[in-house]
Nanobody
Framework: QVQLAESGGGSVEVGGSLRLSCAAS????????MAWFRQAPGKEREGVAI???????TYANPVKDRFTISLDNAQTTLSLQMNSLSHEDTAMYYC????????????????????WGQGTQVTVSS
């Protein structure tokens, strides 16, 4: 079992920055993909960024060049540096982990991820 716990959310003005963290515990060596998803009110949960344990990174188009995902060497802390935030980034942010030894599940598909954190709220205001 993998346990995930996000932190770092909050309120920020347009153009500002936030850094989210996700502490992973349990059988993390089994996790091949770790990802950030977000869900705005009334919208579907969408993928934001993915990182595999061998360092392959994928970003969703809306956050490219603004967000940076990283995983520490111990593979126990997932981070998301968010810059140039806009109103459209307001959402609950979730970290997720998928057991995918071959990497085939490392996609922006919610059902591919076995484990989820409780979420952390990010609010961007004028």
């Amino acid at each position: 079992q993998v346990q995930l716990a996000e932190s770092g959310g909050g309120s920020v003005e347009v153009g500002g920055s936030l850094r989210l963290s996700c502490a992973a515990s349990g059988a993390t060596y089994r996790s091949y993909c770790m990802a950030w998803f977000r869900q705005a009110p009334g919208k579907e949960r969408e993928g934001v960024a993915i990182i595999t344990t061998n360092g392959r990174i994928t970003y969703a188009n809306p956050v490219k060049d603004r967000f940076t995902i990283s995983l520490d060497n111990a593979q126990t802390t997932l981070s998301l540096q968010m810059n140039s935030l806009s109103h459209e980034d307001t959402a609950m942010y979730y970290c997720a982990a998928a057991q995918s030894p071959g990497g085939g599940l490392c996609k922006f598909v919610r059902g591919n991820y076995n484990y989820w954190g409780q979420g952390t709220q990010v609010t961007v205001s004028s």
